[in-house]
Every structure is written in C-alpha cells, then in structure tokens.
C-alpha cells in the first residue's frame, strides 16, 4: 500500500492538499482533473522530486525502487541504444540489447539505435522514453502525460505497453493523463482531483457509469470524449 500525505504551497497558494490517500499495489490508477488541477504536482511529490509538508510512504519502497516519466520527456546526448543500456544495473543484464531493441521495435525506433538521441523528433523522444523506463524493473512507476506527443497509433502501443508491464511486473502505477478515453481503457481505478485535492478515488467502470461526488459529475459532463 502507498500512503500519501502531501501539501504543497506556489506564491503563498495551496496547489496540492492531499491527506491520508491511500493506492493499493498491483493496479493502474489514472489521475483526471483540469489543468492546474495538480496531476503534475501529485506525480512529483510521490516521486520526492519536490519539497513539500507531509509523507509518502511505500511500504519500505527505496526510491531507486520507483519508475517516473516527466511531462517534459528528455534524451541524453548519446546513442539511443547506450540511452537505454543508460543504468548499469541494466547494461550489465543478460540479454539486456536483446529486450532494448524489442522495446525499440514497438515503436519502430530499431532504425535510429545507433543515432545521437538528441537529434529525435518531439514524439520520437517520448517514444524512446517510455521504452527506456520500462527497461527498469520498478513496483511503482508514475508517468506524466506518457503519450501526450504522441499519435492515435503510437498512443494505443504505448498504452498496450503500459498494461503488459503492469501485468509481468505487478507495479502499481500511477499515471496523470487529460485523457479521458485513456483512463478508461488502461486503469483500475480513477483519481478525480480539482484544485489540488483529491475528490474521489473510484473504480474505473463505476466512475464514467457512477461518479461519487457531483464535482466528477459535473466534470464528466462536459467531456464526451470516453
């Protein structure tokens, strides 16, 4: 069980008040919410990326034990193969080129493994960052937009992706998307949060059938697009 307690203040304004959330392991959650809702917020203070009042607590999880995927994806200035051979717990695996380039491959980045990363188009490096994160072995992954960049076919790979890790690894993930359509089709539960706090957590086809709180409701009702 992941326990979070995060308050979070910008310019003397409260942009995260979460008290006492609870997300059991082994499932996908997806937060939902207006921009500035605090998505991206939530995301980092889970992480430890941020300062901010209170605890989270991961049942003994060390951060090195955590997979996170920023809004603002990144490629190092280097090769795409040495981009996801990067960690030397991972260079060092057996058959770890083999599992990098069927990764790459689903994403048809196989033929860019010897190109600079740095030279990569906007999507392409996304593409190449959520492959290099699932090189990882994590029990709680956090992505951030993961496919925000991305088109519809590249969407529904990374999305394909994201439940086979989930399965083979049996992380809890937790994944802040402004997708609707995505948050039905990926999580087991969703996070509803506005003005940075987090007005229910509930499950994923009693949500869009059922929300708990008229805030949801109303939310719901001015998105058609699940």
Not at 53 to 70: M, R
């Amino acid at each position: 069980m992941i326990n979070v307690t995060a308050y979070k203040e910008y310019n003397k304004k409260t942009v995260l008040d979460v008290r006492d959330v609870s997300f059991a392991r082994n499932n996908i959650y997806a937060i939902i919410g207006s921009n500035g809702s605090g998505k991206s917020t939530l995301l980092k203070c889970v992480a430890s990326l941020i300062k901010f009042n209170g605890k989270i607590e991961c049942d003994g999880l060390k951060l090195k034990s955590v997979g996170y995927l920023p809004q603002k994806n990144y490629a190092f200035d280097m090769s795409v193969k040495n981009n996801m051979l990067l960690s030397r717990k991972i260079k060092y695996r057996k058959d770890a080129l083999a599992d990098a380039l069927v990764m790459l491959k689903k994403f048809d980045l196989v033929q860019y493994v010897n190109k600079n990363a740095s030279r990569l188009s906007g999507g392409e490096t996304q593409k190449l960052a959520i492959c290099r994160l699932f090189m990882g072995d994590y029990k709680l992954v956090l992505l951030d937009e993961p496919t925000a960049s991305l088109d519809i076919n590249s969407t529904l790979t990374a999305e394909e992706m994201i439940r086979d890790y989930q399965s083979s690894h049996r992380s809890t993930m937790i994944i802040a998307t402004h997708s609707l359509r995505q948050a039905k089709a990926i999580s087991d539960y969703v996070v509803y949060i506005e003005k940075g706090i987090i007005e229910e957590i509930t499950p994923t086809t009693e949500f869009f059938k059922e929300p708990q709180t008229e805030k949801a409701k109303a939310f719901l009702s001015f998105h058609t697009d699940f």
